[in-house]
């Protein structure tokens, strides 16, 4: 039997936090004189108060959480966070409809970034904070997530890939959790403070540069501008952002050993090399195709190639530059990009770069073993033979992820997209990416997406954002048969 | 070192039988007084010639060939085909191109059926007649190939999938080809021979009877008409390649058990029941699509519908309807069908059923295993269990199908093919299917296509036809290691 208090006092915890960082926003509503204090104090001081009251009802509960609850409590966590996150925007009015509400919320809390708002500038401050808040309290979710606890659920290989952060024993769920948040939680605040400060000193004011900290660092891509980073022609300003969102798709782990000076673990890490191998050459290939179809100036050239490279590879859908404008092969680069995704344990979504690492390598492999069918030749990561059972998972994780993908293309098709659009809305929602291709490309939005497409592609989100197996164990029979 | 007299002894026999089967037109050409007759008896004899010299210089060669000059034999035997099949076309004119004639003639060695032809009316019979018998040609040696050669070679788990037909002992690769190819070849042509009467009876006259025939049971598609089966308005005639369509793209070691009386063989195949299982799903699919939009009555709808998921998911490529016509989703449905293929063991192309099967049966496998991380949950095909290195080289089978196929994809987008039509090119390119989408779509041909790109859809072909790994083997450093 699930244990259902321990289920719902967590929720209780979720909506109590829920509430009170709604209300962070107001003092910036305060200073602009905007119209949406009352909303935020009421829809704060409520959700919290439901919250606490779930908490003293279930106060009495066990400590320690099975690994079937720990499916249930992360899967329902997102979802009750985006149900209740996108309250105050339908109270205000600033988004009229719930669905759109969900959406632009889920899009937050998945650090997706894909948008429905036709004129972001028209809302006030305070929503607009809650509205980057989201993608910054998600990925802080995901960094606990894909380190401590998806690790433990034996979910897509994580255990191998960031099982790094020197901590107390796997086996109980509360003690580890707790001390990764502590460790890393650290490390995501002080990166967003340092770029706070360094987009104040490119000149970018307050209010926008803590709304775009958080977002960055979150790998989010909401932005406080309808025209996303393109509206600041401050080069300081993009080479900021490029090097967060770099930092924001790096292993967390990895922060943290650099900042304890324990350069090995970063130097012989494989998916690091493999993330920066794979930027370099993308970037090249963008810069010389642009340079060939004399796009701009050489700097301006290096630096729309590598914002948009590493925006879309970091999952980050930042937009400096159009690149749908730039022909149709960088639309089939930017499109195949959408599928790559940051490092294990950052916030970063996608298929995730030491997936790619193992499967490129994992093939190889099957290519020598026919030669020789008699060798054994194990795949290697970080210097260590990778068992084979985390193969098989990460090969299931990714035809799960191809699977799940081509069918949300085919439901959008049905739903009247065009074919390029239905392919980019899917991948760039399962991806959590935020822009897509046609008309959901970087200059456009979802607001034309009919509800029930914008429903999907929240599920969407979720499914990619908890690594699909998360939620996709609920849905089979196996999870509820005793 | 690799045994270079055998090779070549294999390439000398490959031309004298480009060169006879060449001139097997003529008759036709005769018949219609056609310009054609001189150039494929120049042809066909210098070939032949040219083959038996082969032949006589290295007539003493030893009996049994390796492994490694196996994957050499088989990929230089479907070019050599192609390089020498092309030249007819090229000497008479009705092609003036080289690159235009080897990329028909690599579409139809490769059963692709991808055209470059504006005007196919135009050509003389005897060419016809060669381009419908280089399809035939190309079937019958994948039967061979996937029933015999690729399960010995260790090819993407064919030994599992087909090697049901009793025959000699495994090791010796002259007998067992020998024997395989005497009994399903006999098959092969009986179902030809039996669909050249139908079509007659239809109202079909004999060229274009004996040529359908040819191209249905290769799963080639090659029409003697511009607009395919479109031309033939006869629902008799339209369901008569329906069946024959399905016949040769199903296994035919089922054919063999079948006409033994061995029922039981059929029933257990799991590969045959998912066959008929997603033909049935997806027909009903479109048949319902097709009637919400009021397409036409209920015969027709259900004809056309059958027709065209038929003919995709075989790999064959005739068309009655433009799909494309039909709206986003069917634009959609199309194109995925493109990645099912035939069934293992048929002469169709694609990724196959069998694998599909197995994919998806290892995915549930693994959702199975995250929720009993302790149990043996083996994978099953026709009630035994599969090793995990067949499942092992399927997916990575997979992964180099899908890689390969989005390489090509950016590759046809570098060239200036727009992102709709290079996913179609290369789709259809690596599946044998023969149209694409877009601008390479049911009712459009690649006529238009750079020369470079017509090489480079022309290579994708042969990776298809010979199950990747056959080619792929021969470009990886290890093969040329000793």
């Known amino acids: 039997m699930l244990n259902l208090k321990i289920i719902t006092n967590f929720i209780g915890v979720v909506l109590i936090l829920n509430g009170l960082f709604m209300m962070l926003g107001i003092p910036f509503s305060l200073y602009y004189g905007d119209n949406d204090i009352i909303v935020l104090l009421a829809c704060g001081v409520g959700i919290s108060l439901i919250g606490f009251i779930l908490v003293l009802l ?30 105050p925007f339908v109270v205000h009015g600033a988004i009229p409809s719930y669905t759109d509400a969900f959406f632009e919320t889920m899009s937050g809390f998945t650090t997706t970034g894909a948008s429905i708002l036709n004129d972001i500038e028209s809302l006030p401050h305070g929503l607009l904070f809650w509205r980057s808040m989201t993608q910054w309290l998600g990925g802080m979710g995901v960094i606990v997530l894909s380190i401590a606890i998806l690790p433990m659920l034996g979910i897509g290989g994580m255990q191998l890939f960031v099982a790094e952060v020197p901590g107390p024993t796997k086996d109980k769920i509360h003690p580890r959790v707790r001390e990764t948040a502590k460790r890393l939680w650290g490390i995501y605040v002080l990166f967003t403070i340092v770029e706070v400060f360094l987009l104040l000193l490119g000149g970018m004011n307050l209010f926008d540069s803590v709304n775009h900290a958080l977002t960055t660092m979150a790998t989010g891509g909401f932005s406080t501008k309808q025209s996303s980073i393109a509206a600041y022609d401050s080069p300081f300003i993009h080479y900021v952002m490029i090097v967060f969102m770099f930092i924001a798709g790096t292993n967390f ?32 290939i963008v810069i010389i195709g642009l340079l060939l179809a004399d796009y701009a100036g050489i700097e301006k050239t290096f630096r729309d190639a590598l914002f948009q490279v590493v925006s879309i590879i970091t999952t980050t859908g930042y937009v400096t530059s159009d690149y749908e404008l730039w022909g149709p ?32 390598k994992n093939s190889m492999m099957e290519l020598k073993r026919l030669i020789h069918p008699r060798a054994v030749i194990p795949v290697r990561l970080n210097k260590s033979t990778v068992p084979s059972d985390i193969i098989s998972n990460v090969l ?12 949300g293309t085919l439901i959008m098709s049905l739903i009247g997209m065009d074919f390029i659009s239905a392919l980019g809305a899917s991948a760039t929602s399962i991806g959590n990416v935020g822009p897509g291709i046609g008309t959901v490309g970087p200059t456009m939005n979802f607001a034309n997406v009919p509800d029930i497409g914008k429903w999907i592609l929240t599920f969407l989100m979720l499914l990619g954002r908890l690594e699909l197996f998360t939620v996709l164990v609920i849905f089979s029979s196996a999870f509820w048969k005793k």
Request: net charge positive.
């Open 329 to 360: 092969f960088f639309q089939v680069l930017f499109f195949l990009l959408l599928f790559t995704g940051g490092s294990a344990g950052s916030t970063g979504g996608g298929i995730k770069m030491v997936r790619h690492y193992l499967l490129i």
């Open 253 to 284: 782990t990895l922060h943290y050993h650099l900042l304890h000076r324990n350069f090995s673990a970063v130097k012989k890490n494989d998916e690091f090399k493999f993330y920066l191998k794979l930027i370099g050459t993308v970037v090249t």
């Open 396 to 407: 299931a994780f990714f035809l799960f992820y191809i699977f799940i993908f081509l069918l």
């Open 58 to 87: 279930t106060r009495k509960h066990e400590k320690e959480i099975s690994k079937r609850e720990g499916y249930i409590v992360v899967s329902v966590t997102w979802v009750i966070m985006a149900l209740f996150g996108a309250i």
